[in-house]
């Protein structure tokens, strides 16, 4: 398993010592830090699929209700990172770490290579996924890394996406006027796990619509975000669009059960 830290100048530490200095200082620490991982997105995203996709014992995507949102955190004291969902609605409760930014995406896609059930015998026959025959005699997808990107890239420059939104307590941060913007990037290629076959991809690409909120301060918190994709009749929130709209209740720094 590929679990790859995100490197930045600021370590957790600075941040836990930031009572020491003035708050002037603290937030200019803390500012700094959420522009580091800012300039880090395509990091950022890579992590995701390490949360999302690198165990396969452990689908937090899929989770509701009560959850340990600290499990498999790949760069723990610099970022949590959370998930949306399958489509529709969750809500999760859980504790994450005080003054950690959070990074989730609001939509997003992952290509991912994988055995599908086309049956072969030699390579030739698996052209039509740029793959190869298995030793079990089926057609590994293949795509390469500048594949998936092209693909991923065109797929969110269509603007299929629609009704993005980010709360914070109740307020609305995005779209908003001084509010967190969105960053759009495809991901770093990183191991993860296929949920349906098992097929292990050290390539895989992720690409979306993310938000970097700033860390909290300890205490109860609310975090939802929520967006769409267009259906075929191309209006956001057709029938046959996909619709993903998630509450995190946020136990931050744990001081509250």
């Known amino acids: ?14 941040i836990a010592a930031a009572p020491l200095v003035s708050a002037e200082a603290s937030a200019w620490l803390r500012a700094r830090q959420l522009a580091n ?23 937090p995507t899929a989770e509701t209700g009560a959850v340990d949102c600290l499990q498999n955190q790949p760069a723990p004291g610099q970022v949590t990172i959370l998930t949306g969902s399958f489509g529709g609605a969750a809500t ?9 930014p959070l990074f989730f995406p609001v939509v997003n896609d992952i290509f991912i ?7 072969c015998t030699a390579d030739a026959e698996c052209a039509f996924v740029a793959g190869t025959c298995n ?16 693909i991923l890239e065109q797929y969110f420059a269509v603007d299929d996406q ?19 913007p969105l960053l759009r990037t495809p991901s770093e290629p990183t191991t993860a796990v296929n949920p349906s076959s098992g097929f292990v991809d050290h390539e895989t690409i992720a690409s979306g619509h993310w938000a970097l909120v700033p ?27 996909f619709t993903v709209d998630v509450t995190y209740d946020l136990d931050v720094g744990g001081a509250h059960h």
């Open 215 to 241: 860390g909290l301060d300890r205490g109860l918190h609310s975090l939802r975000f929520a967006g769409q994709w267009r259906g075929s009749d191309g209006q956001c929130g057709s029938p046959d669009g």
């Open 92 to 100: 999760r409760s859980c504790s994450v770490p005080a003054r950690t």
């Open 37 to 59: 991982l800012q300039s880090n997105a395509g990091r950022l995203a890579s992590l995701w699929i390490t949360y999302a996709l690198g165990d396969p014992s452990f689908n």
């Open 135 to 150: 030793a079990e005699g089926l057609c590994d997808t293949g795509y390469s890394v500048e594949d998936k990107v092209e």
């Open 162 to 180: 629609c009704a993005l939104r980010v709360w914070l307590d109740g307020a609305q941060i995005y779209p908003a006027v001084d509010g967190i």
């Open 1 to 14: 398993m590929n679990k790859r830290l995100l490197l930045v100048p600021l370590a957790a530490g600075a």
């Open 113 to 119: 290579n994988s055995t599908t059930d086309v049956p």
